[in-house]
């Protein structure tokens, strides 16, 4: 069954480092997203993607945050300047479409910020 | 925020027929309802979805009434590894991105 692909799986950082999180999303699909779930918190929308852009983003994601498809198979979320409270699960997800598609989650990375 | 409510928790024995409910009351007639669930701290899992009709696939089956304003999900065989926070999301027009609540946990035990 297709995966969508999250690398690292665990990453540490120094507060005020960058930091990218890398995906590889299941190769037909059309659509991207990024998720964060804070330890005991729920699962948290950040950003969706979309032909190239950003369609639609939280309040989460602000100028520290940004996304990108560098080529044909990775979509990343790049961290500027890490905070204490960025340290979370980021999850990425994939889907065909939009209304009647259910998206693909990745296992995660666990970012933790000291 | 997210539009349905759920009940925090729930326990099923192993083996029974788990049922976990889902409120809605205010879904539009384009608004579809998704299940997903979450292991532990594994990424989300999707399970099913419906915009009215009952919905079955080979892990779950989906009800949901005909006024549309609630919905249940039905694991038939409840299993330890279904244990897990299950999530009722109404996913809304075309393009708007799927918003997790609390979801109800659901504890199976032997």
Sequence with gaps: EPEVTQTPSHQVTQMGQEVILRCVPISNHLYFYWYRQILGQKVEFLVSFYNNEISEKSEIFDDQFSVERPDGSNFTLKIRSTKLEDSAMYFCASSVGTANYGYTFGSGTRLTVV | ?110
């Design chain 2, 1 to 110: 925020d997210a539009k349905t409510t759920q009940p925090p928790s729930m326990d099923c024995a192993e083996g029974r027929a788990a049922n976990l409910p889902c409120n809605h009351s205010t879904i539009s007639g384009n608004e579809y309802v998704y299940w997903y669930r979450q292991i532990h701290s594994q990424g989300p899992q999707y399970i099913i979805h419906g915009l009215k009709n009952n919905e079955t696939n080979e892990m779950a089956s989906l009800i949901i009434t005909e006024d549309r304003k609630s919905s249940t999900l039905i694991l038939p065989h409840a299993t330890l590894r279904d244990t897990a926070v299950y999530y009722c999301i109404v996913r809304g027009q075309a393009g708007t991105a799927l918003i997790f609540g609390k979801g109800t946990t659901l504890s199976v035990s032997s």
